[in-house]
């Protein structure tokens, strides 16, 4: 196992851990025993690229979050804009959702679509 190998497997271990939250990449590379920097850098491209994270746009720049490539395209997700935390929506209120807005516009809805709005940690 190369060493960038070793980094890659922990940094997925680590938002599998923390699927419902979004990290910048110092956080990261704060949470991550033995991440180096422009590995962490260069790491978290990729596996956006890859599909197993997301890149979320935020107030304090880009942030990444755990993604399911299986289970991902196939429900809704609600995502704060504050702190760019994210909760994976069921795939039944995802469906009831989609044809809810389907019915009412006309519009084929994707099926991952991203709500934006505030979390409950971020309203208090
Ligand atoms: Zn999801
Ligand atoms: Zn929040």
């Known amino acids: 196992m190369s060493y960038s190998t070793g980094q890659k497997e922990r940094i997925l271990a680590f938002f599998s ?11 990261i590379i704060g949470c991550v ?12 491209q990729r596996l956006a690229e ?6 979320v746009p935020s107030e304090h720049g ?17 995502e704060c804009t504050v702190c760019g935390r994210t909760c994976h929506l069921d795939e039944d209120i995802s469906d009831r959702i989609r044809r809810a807005i389907e019915e ?15 979390c409950p940690e971020c309203r208090k």
């Open 17 to 27: 851990d923390n699927r419902e939250k979004a990290f910048t990449s110092e956080e």
């Open 104 to 118: 009412e516009t006309g519009f084929s809805v994707l099926p991952s679509t991203v709500f934006r709005g505030i």
């Open 50 to 55: 890859e599909g197993l994270l997301m890149k």
């Open 62 to 78: 880009a942030l990444y979050r755990y993604s399911d490539p299986e289970r991902c395209p196939h429900h809704m997700h609600m």
């Open 33 to 44: 025993p033995g991440a180096v920097q422009s590995t962490v850098y260069r790491l978290l």
